[in-house]
């Protein structure tokens, strides 16, 4: 089943302590995305990669690092968490000019 | 960028249609107009997407206006699965770039 995967799906943490959420798609896309979800701020993007070790901002990079060391795998790191980065996580990916997909989400509390 | 324009909620009977309006009045001539939605817990779904024409498939129609400047979603029958957040996307032509607005809520009524 074509996907893309998240882990962990929820997680709470406290400030400071470093933190990856995992990214994973089985359908060979070249691009991949990070957003947050905030209310009334909607979805907004982190980061986004066009292809392995080719990475870029996107609107809300501070406190964000990214990797894409392999065509499937985007991961999300947080350095040091602060309680401004709680909020719900979404990977994505696409072919160029093809519909994106979402994964399920990772809601995050940093206390 | 251009921006898209939704209202923020809207109410709709079981078994009726609903037209779901997006305003993108800065809409560049190459700009793609795509439609996602997103169910309650989830990750947000492809509905529909199109450049000039009105375009339909299982889910949905989408009209696009002639000026290219609003377009509307439409669920021919509107079912209580339907009820999510509807969101009217621009895709940059020749990039990946995707413009999000705030989206509309959809509430359907049994």
């Known amino acids: 089943e074509a996907q893309v995967t998240q882990n962990p799906r929820y997680l709470i943490t406290v400030t400071g302590k470093k933190l990856t959420v995992t990214c994973s798609q089985n359908m060979n896309h070249e691009y991949m995305s990070w957003y947050r979800q905030d209310p009334g701020l909607g979805l907004r993007q982190i980061y986004y990669s066009m292809n392995v070790e080719v990475t870029d901002k996107g609107d809300v990079p501070e406190g964000y690092k990214v990797s894409r060391k392999e065509k499937r795998n985007f991961p999300l790191i947080l350095e040091s968490p602060s309680p401004n980065q709680t909020s719900l996580y979404f990977c994505a990916s696409s072919l160029q000019g093809g519909t994106r997909f979402f994964g399920p989400g990772t809601r995050l509390t940093v206390l | 960028d251009a921006k898209t324009t939704q209202p923020n909620s809207m109410e709709s009977n079981e078994e009726e249609p609903v037209h779901l309006p997006c305003n993108h009045s800065?809409?560049?001539?190459?700009?793609?107009i795509h439609w996602y939605r997103q169910l309650p817990s989830q990750g947000p779904e492809y509905v529909i997407h199109g450049l000039t024409s009105n375009v339909n498939n299982r889910m949905a129609s989408l009209a696009i206006a002639e000026d290219r400047k609003s377009s509307t979603l439409i669920l021919h029958r509107a079912t209580l699965r339907d009820a999510a957040v509807y969101y009217c996307?621009?895709?940059?032509?020749?990039?990946?770039?995707?413009?999000f607005g705030t989206g509309t809520r959809l509430k359907v009524l049994a």
């Open positions: 800065t809409i560049s001539g190459t700009d793609y």
């Open positions: 996307i621009l895709r940059v032509s020749g990039t990946y770039k995707y413009i």
